[in-house]
């Protein structure tokens, strides 16, 4: 047993130092016997050989690209600004004088509670008596929650002289509810659109029940006297309300005239 054990030492020293000194062994048979490899190994070796990486690399640029600039051609008219498809300096046609309303989107009650019918026909009564302010309003087809109300364009404004149609349609639950108001008569204005909604706080969130017809009638006058362009419903009107004043003011005194008329 000892002579046994004292061989197996001497021959596992024998292969350290073999291994030390780098013998010549046949690497390329062992290497083949303890290579691992996994199942896909074979495929994507075949892969790496029929279609091997090739990485392309452009040359640094010294300068970033930049587009050409436009060219400007000489001697071609302006394009006209243009609301509703026609442009702002040339009348509609008599057709487009006036929009069909009520709008499509918005029913017409015939009725409604008990508080919206008192407080309607105590509305009515004040402008049954005379105008209020220069403001009419008169019923459509004896509705009493159908209304066309008139009002005067604003003086010392391009509106000034026109007489302004107006559809009010008044809710159910009215006067909890604002009514939903729309121009009949075409105007050029930033914060009405050629369809005649308007853009106005107090037909909206700022809507308070002790709010009467005529302090509404006044406060669209106010609009038409003040436009905000910062919050427009015509964008283009607006921008030529800031940029030429002087032009805008002679289109809205155009439309007046053309579509205002008493």
Not at 156 to 167: A, N, R, W
Not at 213 to 226: E, G, N, T, Y
Request: proline letters at 13%; glycine letters at 4%.
């Amino acid at each position: 047993m000892p002579a046994r054990r004292s061989e197996r030492i001497r021959r596992r020293e024998e292969a350290n130092a073999a291994a030390a000194v780098n013998l010549p062994t046949n690497s390329n048979s062992e290497n083949r016997l303890h290579r691992v490899r996994t199942p896909n190994a074979q495929a994507s070796r075949g892969r790496s050989r029929r279609r091997p990486s090739i990485t392309f690399s452009s040359p640094p640029r010294s300068t970033p690209l930049r587009t050409p600039p436009r060219v400007r051609i000489a001697n071609r008219a302006p394009t006209p600004h243009r609301l509703g498809g026609v442009p702002f300096n040339e009348p509609m046609e008599p057709e487009l004088l006036f929009m069909p309303v009520p709008s499509s989107l918005v029913t017409v009650p015939n009725q409604g509670d008990a508080i919206a019918t008192s407080r309607l026909k105590k509305e009515f009564n004040v402008f049954a008596k005379g105008p209020v302010d220069g403001c009419k309003a008169e019923l459509v087809d004896e509705n009493l929650f159908h209304w066309i109300a008139t009002i005067p364009g604003p003086p010392d404004t391009p509106y000034e002289g026109g007489c302004f149609k107006m559809d009010l349609i008044f809710p159910e639950n009215f006067p909890f509810q604002p009514p939903h108001i729309e121009f009949r008569t075409r105007i050029f204005h930033c914060n009405i659109t050629i369809s005649g909604y308007i853009c106005l706080d107090i037909l909206k969130g700022q809507w308070s029940p002790a709010l009467s017809v005529p302090k509404v009638l006044i406060s669209i006058m106010s609009l038409l006297a003040d436009p905000n362009p910062a919050d427009p419903l015509e964008l283009e009107i607006a921008q030529l309300y800031l940029r030429d004043p002087e032009k805008h003011n002679e289109i809205a005194r155009q439309w007046t005239h053309q579509y205002a008329k008493p």
